[in-house]
């Protein structure tokens, strides 16, 4: 491995790092920051979900200016927004103040998420695409997992701006790292001096609607509404862009590909059975099990730290066999796991909770790497970003849906009331319902998964 290889190795795998690190950390610190600020619970949770909504709102469209510009200009950008924003969060007065620097935030992560697994299959040969991806997806779960232990001492110790302090120190080394390490790399000339900017105000339009509408069907009537007015937003995008000289995402990359079409649905329906998973069981966990949140937390991990284990080794598998074969077996174990997770009970041995868990974990990795794989291996080196992109908003759409799935069924089983006042038996026939729901879901991502074999 070269020393240019390294660096961009290094910076890759710090922003793969760091935003899952940062968001599995602030979900510990949203009592802290509702108390400092004197505001309400609903508001604290827009500074979760402004950065998730602006991420997959700009992601796509960064893509494309990547793809066009230059990866390593946009990458920079992405890596100084988190650096400038990391600091201006620390001297925040207010919480309007924390919710716009966070969106911005989530502006910032849409250009590394077009980017970074960009960069790093443009530094190495085709035939370690496989590994470099899992190695990836690795030290993103690192940060899944990393985030509510060392984030929960940070907060607990210091405070919740401390998170931000690491973080920023964190940033800073991949900022140094992708200016010195990464190559400037303009991809492709323009096909036209005409910049989309219509199709770009559409998708953004009809992401953030329907995203908002999501995460809000359970609280608010005219939230259907607003998924209808979002989903034809997004109608009259795919229109434009079959008819625009230079779109800000080739259609065809749908239309002409059934290998790319179908990977991007598996990894929709795989998120979207799966995400609310630990959030369930963190429930299950600590109203039902009597568990502290502390101890709930140290058992979520079994999921975690499985897939941060396998997801290197199976990018590398994913090199020498086919990466949907994987990828189906991935969705196969996690539907069974789903099954076996509504039939869960009160009494439910905790090492069986354990067991399943790090089981679930195994067929995520099993699943992830090789289907990243699977989706850039279907376009060409100048389309890394937009496809990069895609996917990411692919999987940032399906963990909304998940929990939309969970917050609808909430609110038919158990109206207004409050988890921590359910009874054990509400509880329970609430997850097995969202259990059952998401094998339906993972039995169509595993179907589609599979059809890849003869796109």
């Excluded at 006042?421 to 319902?433: G, K, Q, V, W, Y």
Aim: proline share 2%.
């Amino acid at each position: 491995m070269t020393k240019k290889q390294r660096a961009v190795l290094l910076t890759v795998l710090i922003t793969a790092f760091i935003t899952p690190f940062m968001g599995s950390s602030m979900n510990l610190c949203v009592i802290n920051i509702e108390s400092e600020f004197h505001t309400s619970a609903a508001i604290v949770g827009w500074v979760i979900t402004s950065f998730t909504m602006a991420t997959v709102a700009l992601s796509i469209p960064m893509g494309k200016i990547a793809d066009v510009t230059g990866r390593k200009r946009i990458l920079l950008m992405g890596i100084s927004g988190y650096v400038i924003l990391f600091f201006l969060i620390l001297f925040s007065r207010n919480i309007w103040m924390v919710l716009i620097f966070r969106a911005l935030q989530g502006a910032s992560a849409s250009m590394v998420f077009a980017t970074n697994n960009a960069v790093l299959l443009n530094a190495f040969p085709d035939n370690v695409r496989g590994r470099m991806l899992g190695i990836s997806v690795t030290s993103t779960y690192l940060g899944l997992s990393l985030g509510p232990v060392l984030g929960g001492i940070l907060n607990h110790t210091f405070g919740w701006r401390s998170i931000f302090v690491v973080s920023l120190v964190i940033a800073i080394i991949a900022w140094i790292s992708c200016l010195r390490g990464v190559d400037n790399d303009k991809q492709q000339p323009a096909q036209t001096n005409h910049f989309d900017l219509g199709g770009n105000l559409l998708f953004i339009i009809a992401v953030t609607v329907s995203l908002y509408a999501l995460t809000n069907l359970s609280i608010q009537r005219f939230s259907w509404v607003l998924l209808i007015i979002g989903l034809g937003f997004g109608v009259l995008f795919v229109r434009r862009e079959t008819r625009a000289a230079d779109p800000m995402i080739r259609i065809s990359m749908f239309t002409k590909d059934a290998a790319f079409t179908l990977s991007n649905i598996a990894a929709l329906l795989n998120y979207g059975a799966t995400f609310a998973i630990t959030y369930l069981v963190s429930i299950y966990l600590q109203s039902i099990k009597g568990f502290t949140s502390q101890t709930a937390g140290m058992i979520l991990l079994f999921m975690p730290v499985l897939q941060a284990i396998f997801s290197s080794f199976m990018g590398r598998l994913s090199d020498r066999i086919a990466p949907y074969k994987l990828a189906t077996t991935g969705m196969a174990l996690n539907t069974v796991g789903l099954v076996f997770l509504i039939f869960v009970k009160e009494d439910t041995p905790l090492i069986l909770i354990c067991i399943l868990l790090a089981y679930l974990g195994f067929g995520f990795a099993l699943f992830s790497s090789p289907n990243t794989n699977a989706v850039l291996s279907c376009v060409s080196h100048e389309e890394y970003g937009i496809a990069n992109a895609v996917l990411s908003t692919m999987r940032t759409m399906g963990q909304t849906i998940s929990m939309s799935v969970v917050t609808i069924i909430v609110g038919i089983t158990m109206g207004s009331a409050a988890l921590n006042e359910a009874a054990p038996e509400t509880l329970l026939r609430t997850m097995h319902i969202a259990f059952f729901v998401f094998v339906i879901l993972s039995i169509a991502g595993t179907f589609m998964s599979l059809k890849r074999k003869s796109a």
